[in-house]
């Protein structure tokens, strides 16, 4: 079975810009969650779609960072302006109906 | 959500068992204790799950105090591959089936030859 897919595994981009990262979960997985680690930290919970909802939002730090999984599908993560703090690993994970959590590869993040 | 607290590194030689405790003192009644290991650059990967007393699969054991406010991953005969980091995750499912967990500075796991 495919796993979970992010894209891309990484980017570089300056202060001020826009990124977008993508995940791809395991097909029929209704559940897309989203997870960041920055440098030396924990691994953060920033949300957590049922399909195309947002069921739990809490976890976002502030409102540069906008998430959407139209369809029920792929999920987006998009930063803009992105600042130096934004600067870390993105991780997805997908979860079928009281299944495990199955988690991405990642993508790293660097903001200069 | 119930905080884990884990040893912050391990090491252990090739060929042996290592036992990793988590402690989780305010776990709630409905939580499952689910154990997670990630290498360098990928995400975590499940390992072993349990709520209580004792749950063995085809690469670790998970044992669960009666009062399951700490738990132990085993791991059998170690080896190189099995350097990592192990982190203790606790949490209910929800009604829809969805389960929203809280991660710890996890265990980092140096097998030596």
């Known amino acids: 079975e495919a796993g979970v897919t992010q894209f891309p595994s990484h980017s570089v981009i300056e202060k001020g810009q826009t990124v977008t990262l993508r995940c791809d979960p395991i097909s029929g997985h209704d559940n897309l969650y989203w997870y960041r680690r920055v440098m030396g930290k924990e691994i953060k919970f920033l949300l957590h779609f049922v399909k195309e909802s947002k069921q739990d939002e809490s976890g976002m730090p502030n409102n540069r960072f906008l998430a959407e999984r139209t369809g029920g599908t792929y999920s987006t993560l998009k930063v803009q302006p992105a600042e130096l703090e934004d600067s870390g690993v993105y991780f997805c994970?997908?979860?079928?109906?009281?299944?495990?959590?199955?988690f991405g590869s990642g993508t790293q993040l660097s903001v200069l | 959500l119930a905080k884990t607290t884990q040893p912050i590194s391990m090491d252990s030689y090739e060929g042996q068992e290592v036992n990793i405790t988590c402690s989780h003192n305010n776990i709630a009644t409905n939580d499952y204790i689910t154990w997670y290991q990630q290498f360098p650059s990928q995400g975590p990967r499940f390992i072993i799950q349990g709520y209580k007393t004792k749950v063995t699969n085809e690469v670790a054991s998970l044992f669960i105090p009666a009062d399951r406010k700490s738990s132990t991953l085993s791991l059998p005969r170690v080896s190189l591959s099995d350097t990592a980091v192990y982190y203790c995750l606790v949490g209910d499912y929800h009604s829809g089936g969805y389960q929203k967990v809280t991660f710890g500075t996890g265990t980092k796991l140096q097998v030596i030859p």
């Open positions: 994970a997908s979860q079928g109906i009281n299944e495990k959590l199955f």
